[in-house]
């Protein structure tokens, strides 16, 4: 089984891949924080430079348009690919306004008060009263803390087109995505296996935006498949 690279996404570390990390042997979740970058291409550098030599991708929310541009940089090095709760899409009218007053929240009452006004929307609404949920993945986004989370802003704003290299991929594909993920819906991963040669869909039951977290069986079940998955010559 190729080794599995796990990006985290917005605000998020290894704690939201317990499971997996669990579930795979060798399998790691990079540092979430990604050296205090700014830009999703140097993530991608951050990435590259801490993966293995051939390595089985997967990437959550922020973390997938981080794995596509590792894949653009170093095609040769990626076995396979995952991309969970995400979207391919330009920035979309209002989404700047939007995640600049989470940032003033933070800015003007503190971390605990942004994770709170954001965290709710990215769980399914069946998993909002699972406290000891909240309070795990809402613990591991204060800690990201303010200057990470207005710097990884600052990098999907700023994102790199993906129509490319998304039609270039040549390996096994999937894109996941529960389905009661509120900010990235099904919709935006049709898109993507639309785009991708061969890539295939699947949708993790009752989970919303956070689907590793939420329902890691399922998760882990799709991933196992997608692993197992003939590579391609």
């Not at 959550?60 to 596509?68: D, E, P, T, V, Y």
Request: aromatic share 4%; net charge negative; with cysteine.
């Amino acid at each position: 089984m190729s080794a599995l690279l796990i990006l985290p996404g917005l605000l998020c570390d290894s704690r939201m891949f317990a499971a997996q990390i669990d579930a795979f042997p060798g399998a790691v979740a990079l540092d979430g924080f990604y050296d205090g970058c700014d830009r999703i291409e140097a993530m991608a550098d951050y990435a590259l430079a801490r993966a293995p030599e051939r390595f089985a991708l997967l990437g959550h929310s922020m973390g997938a348009r981080i794995a596509l541009e590792v894949i653009r940089k170093a095609p040769e090095r990626v076995e396979r690919i995952a991309l969970a709760d995400t979207g391919i899409h330009p920035v979309k009218p209002g989404e700047r306004e939007k995640r600049h007053a989470l940032r003033d929240i933070g800015r003007e009452r503190g971390m605990a008060a942004l994770v709170d006004a954001w965290l709710p929307q990215m769980l399914g609404a069946a998993n909002r009263g699972d406290a000891a949920l909240i309070a795990s993945l809402r613990a591991m986004s204060i800690d990201a803390g303010q200057q990470v989370f207005e710097r990884q802003i600052e990098a999907l704003l700023n994102r790199p087109d993906t129509d490319e290299v998304l039609r270039a991929i040549r390996v096994p594909a999937v894109a996941i995505v529960g389905d009661a993920d509120e900010w990235s819906p099904v919709g935006q991963h049709e898109e993507i296996v639309e785009r991708i040669p061969g890539a295939r869909l699947r949708v993790v039951e009752g989970a919303g935006h956070m689907a590793p977290a939420e329902n890691p069986q399922q998760f882990n079940r799709i991933l196992r498949e997608w692993l197992d998955l003939p590579s391609a010559s």
